[in-house]
């Protein structure tokens, strides 16, 4: 079926830049281990690993610096950096939720429109625990219940299947080209997070959810 136009049932939300701002932390933490590894690692840089598995945004690092490194020495770094990530997010709380993310989830629940946590990040829980919004979600799929990362659609079918919503009702919140193509595989509309001239393959861009409501949702969906 054609997603143009149908109804919205459910919304996927990517977690990292869309509803907290835990994006700097991640930042942080592997510009610590570029500078540990000797070489400079800029926000520009970091731009390339949003919505990219841990793995993998290893590798773009190490790519940035020009280093080689074996299997075993990248596990550790990567387990390095997320320690550091954990220690990072382990004070954060409510004021961390971005603008108009909190009053967004409210009206969606509302208005009986499910709600589904389709994020990459391992760290999930402590995250949604510390800021406070776990009881906003009627599912949760997180990097643990996931083997595949964004482009691939895994944790958005697999978050549409957990309320049981089929994928053409389904909308997604991304500020990530990956996860705004994750969503395009699932056969899901997508509203992008951020810059229209970055996410060009979202259905819509908003600059933070502050701009969305239930009307202005319904009212982009019968457009797109």
Request: with cysteine; hydrophobic share 40%.
């Amino acid at each position: 079926m054609n997603p143009t136009n149908s109804p919205i049932h459910a919304c996927l939300f990517d977690l990292d830049g869309v509803l907290v701002d835990t994006a700097k932390y991640h930042f942080l933490a592997w510009k610590r281990l570029a500078d540990e590894l000797g070489f400079e690692f800029t926000e520009k840089d970091n731009e390339r690993l949003k919505g990219v598995s841990r793995m993998a945004s290893l590798d773009i690092l190490l790519e940035v610096g020009n280093v080689q490194l074996d299997d075993a020495t990248k596990i550790a770094l990567a387990e390095k950096k997320n320690n550091w990530y954990v220690d990072y997010i382990s004070s954060m709380d409510e004021s961390e939720i971005l603008p108009g993310s909190l009053s967004f989830l409210k009206e969606l629940k509302e208005h009986g429109i499910k709600v589904a946590l389709g994020s990459a990040s391992k760290n999930a829980m402590k995250i949604l625990n510390n800021a406070n919004i776990v009881p906003y979600f009627d599912a949760i799929i997180d990097g643990t219940k996931t083997s595949n990362a964004k482009p691939d659609p895994e944790v958005f079918l697999l978050g549409a299947e957990a309320v049981n919503v089929s994928p053409e009702h389904c909308i997604v919140f991304e500020d990530a080209e990956a996860g705004i193509e994750a969503a395009t595989n699932a056969g899901m509309r997508s509203i992008g997070i951020g810059s229209a001239g970055t996410l060009t393959q979202a259905n819509y861009v908003v600059t933070s959810l502050a701009d969305m409501s239930v009307e202005k949702l319904q009212r982009i969906m019968t457009q797109h």
